[in-house]
T-cell receptor
């Protein structure tokens, strides 16, 4: 197991286009999280899955954002009608289904909206 | 909503000097975690503190959780160039589910 994988590493898109990112968590981790990080800031929570169920979604997440985790394995994060303010690093993390357990983050997908 | 604040935002030290970063939460935490992010990298889990007043050590790193479980600190003794990066604290509350709220981080630079 090589850890949490994210694809692509970089994405440049024109404003108004849709983009989709993929995350493959550590296989035995059934919790999966999406965070967003902008330069000089800490990661900001977007959404959280336990197995295939999306249990929590940030109020900051507009209707343009949607995430799925079919079959409780990999997850996708889609952003529709991208805006320049969506430019950020999108980080995926996974953890065991146990409270007080640290996250393992992927290397992230850097999105640039031009 | 819950807020987690860290100070200082930046710290520049000479190699061999000590370094401390402080973390304060607006609400009582069930646990606090610390992460390190190297330049161009992703956050890497360092440690978790759960008990009031808990102190944990990892080689030159000492982590403390306050008695009221609203603050924490990370102290590095005799910094090395490999310590360069941004250190984040992140807290959970009893009502936050599994959501971690991250501080803004302290960016550490070590001059050789």
């Amino acid at each position: 197991d090589t850890g949490v994988s994210q694809d692509p590493r970089h994405k440049i898109t024109k404003r108004g286009q849709n983009v989709t990112f993929r995350c493959d968590p550590i296989s035995e981790h059934n919790r999966l999280y999406w965070y967003r990080q902008t330069l000089g800031q800490g990661p900001e929570f977007l959404t959280y899955f336990q197995n295939e169920a999306q249990l929590e979604k940030s109020r900051l997440l507009s209707d343009r954002f949607s995430a799925e985790r079919p079959k409780g394995s990999f997850s996708t994060l889609e952003i529709q009608r991208t805006e320049q303010g969506d430019s950020a690093m999108y980080l995926c993390a996974s953890s065991l289904d146990r409270r007080h357990y640290g996250y393992t983050f992927g290397s992230g997908t850097r999105l640039t909206v031009v | 909503g819950q807020q987690v604040m860290q100070i200082p935002q930046y710290q520049h030290v000479q190699e061999g000097e000590d370094f401390t970063t402080y973390c304060n939460s607006s609400t009582t935490l069930s646990n606090i975690q610390w992460y390190k992010q190297r330049p161009g990298g992703h956050p890497v889990f360092l440690i978790q503190l759960v008990k009031s007043g808990e102190v944990k050590k990892q080689k030159r790193l000492t982590f403390q959780f306050g008695e009221a479980k609203k603050n924490s600190s990370l102290h590095i003794t005799a910094t090395q160039t490999t310590d360069v990066g941004t250190y984040f604290c992140a807290g959970e509350t009893e009502t936050s589910g599994s959501r971690l709220t991250f501080g803004e981080g302290t960016q550490l630079t070590v001059n050789p």
